[in-house]
């Protein structure tokens, strides 16, 4: 619903910009998009706590508590870019990853605690979460880039390749030991 009347808005604006560039537009339009990407990273900053506490393996948990303070800074980079573009920090809520989040706490719901298949669970929503986040921060550097804003495209850069890092990291783990013990377990 609210994104309709966003994308009303956003096509009669860009009617009214005659001027063959578009260029205020796009930006408008990447704002917004900041907004969103600053809500998920603030609700992964919360969320990841309670995937660190419901995780079996050390392992899995130092993996989650690490990412949780480089998340912090993922933060701090995107108040930076609202810096540069002289905006005000504003966040808007991303039902994207509120979704896949609410999806990883069902997975802590149906499955046992201390259990391999736990983590499995565990390391597919975070996954989820990173490459939401890939996409996202892979996306808005090029259009910064397009957008001519190079320090912007440089944070946002950073950003994207601990995310890859991140996700590069989950999938070793699952990898090395979790799936295969996951796959030992038996059924209570
Ligand atoms: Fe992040
Ligand atoms: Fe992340």
């Known amino acids: 619903m609210e994104k309709t009347t966003q994308n009303k808005k956003m096509k009669s604006s860009a009617k009214r910009n005659s001027d063959g560039?578009?260029?205020s537009e796009l930006k408008e339009f990447f704002v917004d998009e900041l907004?969103?990407?600053l809500?998920?990273?603030?609700h992964i900053v919360k969320t990841l706590?309670?995937?660190?506490?419901?995780a079996t393996t050390e392992e899995l948990k130092n993996a989650f508590e690490e990412h949780l303070e480089i998340s912090k800074t993922h933060v701090e980079r995107l108040e930076q870019v609202f810096g540069i573009l002289g905006e005000k920090v504003?966040?808007?809520t991303c039902e994207a990853i509120q979704g896949i989040t609410k999806e990883g706490e069902s997975i802590i719901e149906d499955?046992?605690?201390g259990t391999a298949t736990r983590d499995v669970g565990?390391?597919?929503a975070a996954q989820k979460v990173e490459h939401y986040e890939i996409s996202t921060y892979g996306g808005l550097a090029q259009l910064a880039t397009t957008l001519g804003l190079s320090e912007v495209a440089e944070l946002?850069?950073?950003t994207l390749e601990e995310e890859k890092e991140a996700d590069v990291k989950l999938t070793e783990i699952a990898e090395s030991s979790v799936n295969y013990e996951a796959a030992g377990e038996t059924e209570e």
């Open 122 to 124: 565990l390391i597919l």
């Open 49 to 54: 706590p309670k995937m660190q506490k419901a």
């Open 111 to 113: 499955t046992e605690d």
């Open 21 to 23: 560039t578009g260029n």
């Open 35 to 37: 907004k969103d990407i």
């Open 156 to 158: 946002l850069h950073t």
């Open 90 to 92: 504003q966040a808007k």
């Open 39 to 42: 809500w998920a990273e603030k």
